[in-house]
């Protein structure tokens, strides 16, 4: 695996892997890397494509300046992943080589309706800062395939937008979310929960189960309030569990039995907020 620090070596690097194979598969993270990430370069690579990835905690992200500190960095360990996984490349870019200028006063994408609900009410300027890194980095890595993760269902839908908007040469190709054998879907903020919090986190996954298998056409209220009620039962404090349109996320309240949906939850175990999602089946 081939490391590089500046964009202009980076793009010396892909633009010859682009020249002697496939187009190449681009796996954007902020490290921490744990078995999901693992996933997205394996389904890169079963297809054919060789993987370029990088690690970059964007601070322009995080709304919160204490959790941008807190942000777990386990660089070394992920490196040996990264490598043990068949990464051809490996970007690890500072702050300063992706913001030349300063992180203040830069560009604003106009996100519409994705920027109002859910992760983008409750964490104003999250998705800005999400569109700033990686309108860089996909402008760096050139045409390219990149690979996200379901579970962070809304950034995807926004990714997509930004590639839109700029008309960047990238697909995005989104991979189911990966979960540990209790249901808690894999991040790396889990690593920041003790012994009681890991055994309650399990609540969100309970909470979007309870939501796929209770669902019946008309009024959502009152199942919503009982997903709700789970994930107080396990101590969450809770920013929203909602059902929306897969397509929009426009939140549905009545379901005709035939619109596809999505559940999705953010909440706080202690002082780590973890969110999840979960697709709900046309079963009528």
Not at 62 to 90: R, W
Not at 237 to 252: G, M, Q, R, S
Request: with cysteine; proline share 5%.
């Amino acid at each position: 695996m081939i490391l590089v620090k500046q964009i202009g070596d980076l793009k010396l690097k892909v633009d010859r892997i682009r020249r002697n194979g496939p187009l190449p598969a681009f796996v954007p993270t902020m490290g921490a890397l744990h078995a999901g990430h693992i996933q997205l370069i394996t389904h890169a690579r079963s297809a054919g494509n060789p993987v370029v990835c990088s690690i970059f905690v964007n601070p322009t992200q995080f709304n919160d300046p204490k959790d941008f500190q807190k942000y777990p960095v386990t660089l070394e360990a992920d490196i040996q992943q990264l490598e043990s996984a068949g990464t051809e490349l490996l970007f690890l870019p500072s702050v300063e080589e992706l913001y030349p200028g300063g992180t203040a006063g830069l560009a604003q994408y106009d996100l519409g309706f994705l920027e109002t609900v859910l992760e983008g009410k409750f964490r104003p300027g999250h998705f800005q800062g999400v569109c700033l890194v990686m309108h860089r980095l996909l402008e760096a890595v050139g045409p390219c395939l990149l690979y996200m993760g379901q579970k962070d269902y809304q950034q995807c839908m926004v990714v997509a937008k930004l590639i839109e908007l700029e008309n960047l040469s990238a697909d995005l190709i989104t991979v189911p979310t990966v979960r540990e054998k209790d249901g808690l879907a894999m991040s790396s903020r889990n690593k920041r929960l003790d012994e009681n919090e890991r055994k309650n986190a399990t609540g969100i996954y309970k909470a979007l189960t309870y939501l796929k298998e209770n669902i019946r056409p008309g009024d959502l209220s009152n199942l919503k309030q009982q997903a709700l009620a789970i994930l107080h039962q396990h101590h969450f404090k809770t920013d929203y569990i909602e059902i929306a349109d897969a397509k929009t996320l426009e939140p549905v309240e009545t379901w005709n039995g035939t619109q596809s949906l999505v559940a999705l939850a953010a909440a706080f175990q202690g002082e780590v907020r973890l969110i999840d999602n979960m697709n709900m089946p046309e079963l009528f």
